[in-house]
């Protein structure tokens, strides 16, 4: 059984850091892409950045320049870094995976793309 767990949120102050970390158990995600997205309440889920199994990289407008992603094959492990946190990045944030694509530069950027999530960990920035 596949599971993907996050850990790492929490309620920080805007401009603080937060690093989050998600662990994958049941299969290896080496070959697949990994991402986060996030849900705010009342909004749709989002995409954050994704990364593909050869690094290659995608990051949605909003945070580019502030939160960094990362992965750790031989640990089945995506990471998200995220500096200068502001209240609109307050949401639940999603670790997934995705093995529907054998590819080292696939990447999807939308959520239906994805076929495994985390139950995610929320991430409160006060003002």
């Known amino acids: 059984q596949v599971q993907l767990v996050e850990s790492g949120g929490g309620l920080v102050q805007a401009g603080d850091s937060l690093r989050l970390s998600c662990a994958a158990s049941?299969?290896?995600?080496?070959?697949?892409?990994m991402g986060w997205f996030r849900q705010a309440p009342g909004k749709e889920r989002e995409i954050v950045a994704v990364i593909s199994s050869g690094g290659m990289l995608n990051y949605a407008d909003s945070v580019k320049g502030r939160f960094t992603i990362s992965r750790v094959n031989a640990k089945n492990m995506v990471y998200l870094q995220m500096n200068t946190l502001k209240p609109e990045d307050t949401a639940v944030y999603y670790c997934?995976?995705?093995?529907?694509?054998?590819?080292?530069?696939?990447?999807?950027?939308?959520?239906?793309?994805?076929?495994?999530w985390g139950q995610g960990t929320q991430v409160t920035v006060s003002s």
């Open positions: 997934t995976a995705s093995d529907r694509r054998y590819s080292y530069t696939w990447r999807p950027l939308s959520a239906p793309d994805y076929n495994y």
């Open positions: 049941g299969r290896s995600f080496s070959s697949y892409p």
